[in-house]
């Protein structure tokens, strides 16, 4: 199993975790329609792990990336091999020389993680070596897969694997669509090892997992319903008023990153390859929603924003 959750580990954002029991078709959803002179970008709120239930998605959705040329993610995760992961997992995301997370950790955090690791069925010493960000990814994408949530079935990659192929649309062939990565899996892997309190982006995780099913209820609920608010409270207020410190987490997972994708989808408004240019981007919804969100950042640089 925990072979498995390495697989995938470099899919799971920690705060867009979904789950449905329901068709997706009629749902809302996050998705909004920006555009400037020359360029519409359409922006549609990933869920990373999903399952069947979540297909068909809304028409409107499917046609709005049909019409688009390109496709824009955070990240292309068909590009990124075994190999890839394996190399970036034993360079960089695991202790040398006899060292291992239990000398990172409080007394307090090592002990709820053994708690985890033991209701996830997983033996400490086959982890020990992972640092506290790839801890977090590895538990959170085998409690996802143990809740019967799959990467494979993920928002964003049912488009990127629509745009591999050639589809049939008013009679006539398409070509397979151009894929533009905001980031990359280096980047992805560096966010989480970077971060300076490990101790601390654990013991949240950890916190927050055994509430997992609860939260995840809540976060489809508003997903469906579109209710912005709400999850912009339960991803972001609810935890940050829990634990202050944790801004800090917040600002190299969210906040920056949220900076950087503005300015480069900002870029594509600007300078279209030609007239009438579409772009179909999908994100992590939590990425979008707030204050300090890509959609909100997009709006403050002028460009019309319609809720879709």
Not at 226 to 238: S, V
Request: hydrophobic fraction near 40%; proline fraction near 2%; aromatic fraction near 10%.
């Amino acid at each position: 199993m925990i072979q498995r959750g390495r697989q995938f580990v470099f899919l799971c954002l920690l705060a867009v975790i979904f789950c449905s029991a329901a068709k997706a078709a009629n749902d809302r959803g996050f998705f909004w329609q920006i555009s400037s002179e020359d360029v519409t970008v359409y922006v549609l709120g990933s869920i990373h792990f999903a399952d069947q239930s979540f297909y068909p998605l809304r028409a409107e959705i499917e046609e709005a990336f049909q019409r688009s040329e390109f496709l824009v993610v955070e990240l292309d995760i068909t590009a990124a091999t075994a190999d890839n992961y394996n190399s970036l997992l034993t360079s960089k995301g695991s202790y040398k020389n006899g060292r291992s997370i239990e000398d990172e950790l409080s007394a307090e955090t090592m002990n709820a993680l053994h708690e985890r690791l033991k209701s996830l069925g997983i033996e400490y010493d086959n982890v020990k070596q992972l640092k506290p960000g790839m801890m977090v990814l590895t538990l959170t994408s085998v409690q996802l897969m143990e809740l019967g949530l799959d990467p494979g079935l993920g928002i964003d990659l049912h488009f990127i694997n629509a745009s591999r192929t050639r589809y049939e649309q008013a009679d006539s062939r398409v070509d397979s669509k151009t894929v533009i990565e905001l980031e990359s899996i280096y980047q992805q892997f560096d966010l989480f090892l970077d971060i300076s309190d490990g101790d601390l982006l654990l013991k949240e995780t950890l916190h927050s997992m055994s509430e997992a099913e609860t939260m995840m209820s809540d976060i489809v609920r508003y997903w469906k319903s579109g209710d912005e608010a709400a999850m912009n409270r339960l991803l972001f207020g609810d935890t940050l008023r829990n634990y202050p410190a944790f801004d800090v987490v917040y600002e190299s997972l969210f906040y920056e990153r949220n900076r950087q994708m503005t300015e480069k989808i900002a870029t594509m408004l600007k300078q279209p390859r030609r007239k009438g240019t579409s772009y179909f981007v999908v994100v992590g919804s939590g990425h979008l929603i707030g204050d300090r969100g890509i959609v909100n950042l997009l709006k403050e640089k002028g460009y019309e924003v319609e809720r879709r």
